[in-house]
């Protein structure tokens, strides 16, 4: 079908145009990117989605979707470059598809150009035609021809691309009626005279706009994304017709799918996450919701899939005709309106709803309702779109799946058996819900849960849960069952028992990893908890809620009795108080393995303790033999160290003899290398008064160079010194914070390890991205990632360069074009990596060991076997490809790091 924008108001038809515009020029920019010879093979539609190199919010991103979708618009290898300087060629090839002129490109012995024109062998056609329209005049052109330099690659400048776009639009004539008279910009006298009247009447017109200083650059270089604005402007001047293009009023819209009535027919469309929404008023993406039924709308696409759909309007085209619902006869609604019976024959798109909004068939609506019937007012049929009963009765039972609950509003919306929604009101002491035999509050049902219900007189009679998913209840925690595979609690004054899941969650405020044992289940004061039920209605979750823990810290031990159990204490006001201990108290003292009867000797009078209880009962007991805080003074006149706690508060901790320093990677720490601000743990002597050692938290950053998966002992290697570290204990995330396992870590992981004193406490492996170097400018780096986005890192006077096997403090290092891995050390310092290339010829590539094989340069050549990174990153320019691409005989380049492969780039 045949769009013709002048069918819709000028307004908004020349702003349609002029987002082809921004497209058309990407299109032939991209032909131009491709070679000389012949039309561009590797370049590709961008019509199902956005450029890599074109982020949401970028402002030329609706001209972009709206130009793509009408396959006017491709890219390089899905790349848009709008920072590239835009050719002679490539603006001519956007002037000439912009008047819709590409069926008149001329072929073989009618391709002319003018002498000492050239071009690439692909733009000749459409330079010939420009010549022909008038878009370009001989005796201009041939004054821009330069010796040693093809006239259509010269960059086109903005001068040049004014009078371009106005002879495009028509307007050469009342440009040169307005004369060469000099424009209001400041380098006025720099505008060739010729010129002037092109670049007077485009500034009018806003088609061209200064730069800084009110200045036009006539001379300047126009970008990809510039000449987007000049052609978008100037189509605020023209219309022309475009295929693929669709106006009309829609009719219908899911998830998946809309219609439009387009004055002659209905069309439908396919929907799908790629399609784009925009509103003519706005360069901001919008929802497909915030789009209105009936309104008007264009909708550009192939094959009946819709890639950008556009609101014209919000306003919808129908007419509200309101009376009394009589009778259905077939398709035919009768309703009694005024003094008359009127007859409505209504299609399919019609949409019933009762008075509270839900979907429902025809046939629900009760003779005598009233009803509100909207009717579209864009064809002769003018048809009923909308069916509304405002008062009235509804009966029906359905089953459905709930979509969702609002308890505030008690209601329920059910997704039905026959794909309409209903919105179900619960009342209380009318609805019951019912769920495996039981009576169960709203709040109980579950997105996803299908029910069965019934309304009787439009109020909701019954709900009842015939396939359940996960939901919650509440109650008091009454007793576990002695093999710890049930639960018994109480529910509003009544006992239910629910079987436990394998292994359930168990969630204590205060507690770290909580077990089944920590519940406190009592027939007077158990733990208020939530249970979280499956499907099967067995409990996959605990959690305890309001449970009023008291933390008591650094009491004084009066007694305990091993036998009874009970812990005498005074606190820091000598007021007494009695505890009971037991297997389930949570124990901390000096030990890897903590148990009640290890720390019971411990218990002695005028030891200090932490207690966290709940009345009479100790949950947790520590015996204070540490302090974990920063360093805030170190005072050896009067052997005082003070730390800041993480709760705000300050320690103040004496030593008699100076107090042993553990500090990763110096063997002889004292006291003298801890500094103001350290992270520090304060061991205590034995008797709690006196700091006897200092483990200073710190961090490095290693290499992993093996790991051995019987004892997960880990060979790290740091400055070029091979240790070990055991990770089977230690807490280890991945690069995006997700707690992974030892075994997930590989040869050639970055890795940064958390060491108190000299015991490492935590891994986690360093983020490592590969980056081209594009630009240095003092200490920002500007690098290309893997998906073609250019990032910027301000390295300041503090960074890393490892090159060639030697580290560097200087910039000086860093070359343009260097492939790096970036990271951050332990301390965040940057650092560049740079990766060292050798060219190579692909054999084969080896699954079961990760290994590249490629071609031996002789048989004395023993370097043509490589372990492959995790990551590595594999292309041709910019297309990622896989390994197994890789095909015998290819030439790559294979970037490495500590001789394994960071990146192949295939020739």
Do not use: C
């Not at 009342?174 to 209001?184: I, K, M, P, V």
């Not at 189509?235 to 022309?240: A, G, K, P, Q």
């Not at 039905?416 to 619960?426: I, M, P, Y």
């Amino acid at each position: 079908m045949t769009f013709k924008p002048s069918n819709i108001n000028a307004k908004h038809s020349k702003k349609m145009v002029s987002a082809m515009l921004a497209s058309l020029m990407a299109l032939s920019a991209g032909a131009g990117a491709a070679g000389a010879d012949t039309a561009p093979a590797a370049v590709t539609t961008a019509a199902q989605g956005a450029f890599s190199d074109v982020k949401s919010g970028y402002w030329a991103e609706k001209h972009i979707y709206k130009l793509a979708s009408l396959d006017i618009l491709v890219g390089d290898r899905g790349l848009f470059r709008p920072g590239d300087a835009v050719t002679k060629q490539e603006a001519v090839t956007i002037a000439i598809r912009f008047m819709n002129q590409k069926s008149n490109l001329p072929a073989g012995s009618s391709i002319k150009l003018p002498e000492g024109i050239s071009t690439s062998e692909y733009a000749k056609s459409y330079v010939s035609l420009a010549f022909e329209l008038g878009l370009l005049e001989e005796a201009e052109e041939s004054k821009e021809i330069l010796e040693k330099q093809i006239w259509g690659q010269q960059a086109a400048s903005r001068e040049w691309i004014a009078k371009l776009v106005i002879r495009a639009i028509g307007k050469e004539a009342e440009a040169n009626a307005g004369g060469n008279a000099n424009s209001s910009f400041a380098d006025d006298s720099l505008i060739t005279a010729a010129n002037k009247p092109y670049v007077n009447l485009a500034a009018e017109l806003e088609i061209a706009q200064g730069t800084t200083g009110n200045k036009f650059n006539p001379q300047g270089t126009v970008t990809r994304a510039e000449i987007t604005a000049f052609f978008n402007r100037g189509s605020e001047y023209t219309d022309y017709e475009y295929d693929n293009q669709y106006k009309g009023y829609i009719t219908e819209r899911t998830d998946s799918k809309l219609t439009l009535y387009t004055g002659s027919e209905y069309v439908s469309f396919t929907v799908n996450p790629a399609t784009a929404f925009y509103n003519s008023s706005s360069s901001s993406k919008i929802a497909p919701s915030d789009i209105k039924l009936y309104t008007q709308i264009v909708v550009s696409g192939s094959n009946s899939n819709a890639a950008y759909v556009e609101s014209m309007s919000d306003t919808p085209q129908v007419e509200v005709i309101e009376g009394s619902f009589e009778r259905l006869t077939g398709s035919k609604l009768w309703m009694f309106t005024g003094n008359t019976y009127q007859e409505f024959a209504f299609t399919d798109l019609t949409v019933f709803y009762d008075q509270n909004g839900q979907v429902i068939k025809p046939e629900d609506i009760t003779a005598g309702s009233i009803v509100e019937l909207q009717r579209e007012t864009f064809t002769s049929a003018k048809n009923p779109v909308v069916v509304q009963v405002k008062s009235g009765m509804v009966n029906k039972s359905a089953e459905g799946t709930i979509q969702s609950i609002d308890s505030a509003a008690s209601t329920v919306t059910v997704l039905n058996s026959t794909g309409t929604t209903d919105v179900l009101k619960v009342q209380e002491g009318t609805t019951v819900i019912r769920y495996h035999n039981e009576i169960v509050a709203l709040t109980e049902l579950k997105a996803g849960t299908v029910i069965k219900y019934s309304i009787k007189d439009s109020v909701t009679q019954s709900i009842e849960v015939t396939a359940g998913v996960e939901r919650t209840v509440r109650g008091t925690l009454y007793e576990l069952g002695s093999n710890l595979s049930t639960i018994t609690y109480d529910r509003n004054g009544s006992l239910e028992v629910k079987l436990l899941a394998p292994d359930p969650q168990i969630v204590i405020s205060g507690i770290d990893t909580p077990k089944l044992t920590d519940l406190l289940a009592d027939k007077t004061s158990g733990d208020e908890v939530e249970l979280t039920l499956n499907a099967e209605d067995q409990v996959t979750k605990i959690q305890v809620l309001n449970r009023q823990m008291e933390p008591l810290n650094m009491v004084t031990v009066v007694s305990y009795n091993s036998k009874t159990k009970l812990l005498t204490v005074l606190d820091s006001n000598q007021k007494p108080h009695v505890f009971t201990l037991n297997d389930a108290t949570k124990v901390d003292y000096n030990s890897t393995k903590p148990t009640l009867s290890g720390i019971e000797p411990y218990l002695t009078d005028g030891r200090k303790v932490n207690l966290t209880t709940i009345g009479t009962r100790a949950l947790s007991i520590s015996i204070v033999y540490k302090y974990e805080g920063t360093v805030s003074e170190i005072n050896t006149s009067s052997k005082i160290v003070k730390l800041i706690q993480s709760n705000g508060q300050t320690i103040s901790i004496p030593y008699q003899s100076t107090p042993t320093v553990e500090l990763y990677g110096k063997a002889s720490a004292s006291l003298s290398d801890v500094s103001i601000g350290d992270q520090v743990t304060a061991m205590l002597s034995s008797n709690q008064d006196n700091l006897s050692k200092l483990y200073v938290k710190s961090a490095a950053q290693f290499e992993v160079v093996s790991l051995n998966t019987s004892n997960y002992r880990a060979e790290v290697k740091k400055d070029g010194v091979t240790s070990s570290i055991y990770v089977d204990s230690l807490p280890i995330t991945n690069d995006n914070g997700a707690v992974i396992k030892p075994s997930d870590l590989q040869k050639g992981m970055l890795i940064n390890v958390s060491f108190d004193g000299s015991s490492p406490t935590a891994v986690s492996v360093v983020k490592q991205i590969w980056g081209e170097i594009s630009s240095i400018n003092g200490g920002v780096v500007t690098y290309k990632t893997t998906t073609g986005s250019n990032e910027t890192i301000n390295a300041g006077s503090k960074v890393k360069v490892v090159k060639n096997g030697t580290t560097s403090s200087s910039m000086s290092t860093l070359i343009e074009g260097d492939h790096v891995i970036v990271t951050k050390d332990a301390d965040g310092t940057p650092v560049f990596q740079v990766l060292t290339p050798l060219s190579k010829t692909f054999w084969k590539y080896n699954a079961a060991a990760n290994e590249l094989q490629v071609k031996r340069a002789s048989m004395t050549d023993n370097n043509y076997r490589f372990n492959l990174s995790p990551n590595v990153y594999i292309h041709e320019g910019d297309t990622t490809l896989s390994v197994q691409s890789l095909k015998d005989n290819d030439n790559i380049v294979v970037y490495l790091l500590n001789n394994v492969v960071i990146e192949i780039s295939k020739q």
